[in-house]
């Protein structure tokens, strides 16, 4: 069923607030068990430059699954509203792209010069495979809005987690606190749905050239914007070191945790939008902005506020030391994750070419001012210039919104 009233963008407001309830449910669970759970493990069982070291290489796993998971995934619910987009048409192209990210993340990790071991190093590329399966399968309650579904998916995941951590104590193998659970969420979703069933497309060549297209282009689009969101622990990680990727981790905990709340928002918003056919407003788009702008104020005062509360909890060693930086890290992540939601909104009313402007000049931004800045300033540098970009960023999806609107609305 599409959604074809021309008046309203969501079905009702009582469906889009369950939706999100049980999205938000979904990642906060499964979030608390990671952030507030297994990585203070780590930081207490490893102490600060190995921890760092952890974080780096959890960094490049993220990496490749957010960019290339949910790439696909967006370009499966962007196609679906042209066409039939089945999961036979995504899977082979998918296998692909995560086999040559696990062995890309293996060469960047053997030659990062890390303390890790050969042993975790291995399991930190079959991690980053599976979790890349993980980002993408959830496209599958999605596109049915079966935001319920989702939480089961996610709730899997969460109890996976939670063995893993078991595994994790008794091997002091710290990624096998992980691989349990992206492994129990893949196996929940091939016994609900036939979403693994081949790898082979159904479509001809043109309609797949396109399919190929769109994904590709989400996930280069992608990938610019998740190295650069966690260019923080490569980029500190090279120049200064594996502590002071422990310090900027930690200020920004909060900020990034911010994400349990815009992902799932981001989630329901691509699912609705994706089943909406009318034309979006300047009205719309103008209401959008304020939201937005809004949501980054009040959340920010929540993060920094959250910030010294958890971190005193989670990291009390590293309190003193991570308090000058808590107010300009969680604004820099509250926005990055706000212009995410942006970018969502804009991939309906624009073409992926948009994503591109956005991303590139993300990089480019982020290369001219960060790089000298840490150089020049350390952590505090960094955590200035990080601010500056990713507010130019939110800036320049925004302004893009608008001319997309314009010219769909011609």
């Known amino acids: 069923m599409r959604v074809r009233n021309n008046k309203v963008l969501f079905q009702s407001a009582k469906t889009v607030g369950k939706d999100t309830i049980w999205t938000i449910s979904a990642m906060v669970l499964m979030n608390v068990v990671v952030q507030f759970l297994i990585y203070p493990l780590w930081s207490r069982i490893f102490g600060d430059e190995i921890y760092g070291e952890i974080v780096y290489a959890m960094s490049i796993v993220n990496v490749f699954a957010t960019s290339i998971g949910v790439g696909v995934n967006y370009a499966r619910m962007k196609d679906s509203t042209a066409n039939s987009a089945k999961s036979c048409d995504y899977n082979g192209m998918l296998l692909l792209l995560s086999l040559c990210a696990m062995a890309i993340s293996y060469v960047i990790l053997f030659f990062s010069s890390l303390e890790l071991s050969f042993v975790d190093i291995f399991l ?205 890290a969680n604004l820099a992540q509250v926005i990055y994750f706000m212009t995410n939601i942006v970018t969502t909104f804009l991939l309906r009313i624009a073409d992926t070419r948009f994503q591109v402007v956005v991303n590139i000049t993300y990089m480019v931004l982020f290369i001219v001012l960060c790089i000298p800045a840490t150089l020049n300033g350390g952590v505090w540098g960094f955590c200035v210039a990080l601010l500056i970009v990713n507010f130019l960023r939110y800036m320049l999806a925004l302004i893009l919104c608008f001319v997309g609107e314009s010219r769909m609305n011609k």
């Open 124 to 328: 930190t590329g079959i991690l980053c495979f599976v979790t890349i399966w993980r980002y993408y399968s959830d496209v599958e309650f999605r596109l049915n809005l079966d935001y319920k579904g989702y939480f089961k998916y996610y709730f899997a995941i969460s109890v996976g987690y939670g063995i893993g951590l078991i595994i994790f104590m008794l091997t002091r193998r710290w990624p096998l606190a992980l691989l349990p659970g992206e492994i129990a969420g893949l196996i929940y979703i091939a016994t609900k749905t036939h979403i693994f069933q081949s790898i082979k497309s159904d479509k001809d060549k043109k309609t797949f050239s396109i399919i190929v297209k769109t994904a590709l282009t989400l996930v280069a689009t992608n990938f610019i914007a998740n190295l650069i969101f966690n260019g923080d622990r490569i980029l500190l990680q090279n120049i200064l070191g594996g502590a002071a990727v422990t310090t900027y981790y930690i200020a920004s905990l909060t900020g990034k945790t911010m994400s349990l709340i815009t992902t799932p928002l981001n989630s329901v918003l691509i699912g609705y939008l994706s089943r909406y056919e009318a034309k979006i407003s300047r009205k719309i788009v103008i209401i959008f902005s304020i939201v937005t702008l809004g949501a980054i104020a009040g959340a920010t005062c929540v993060g920094v506020v959250g910030s010294h509360i958890l971190i005193k909890l989670l990291y009390p060693g590293n309190y003193e030391a991570v308090k000058p930086y808590l107010v300009a």
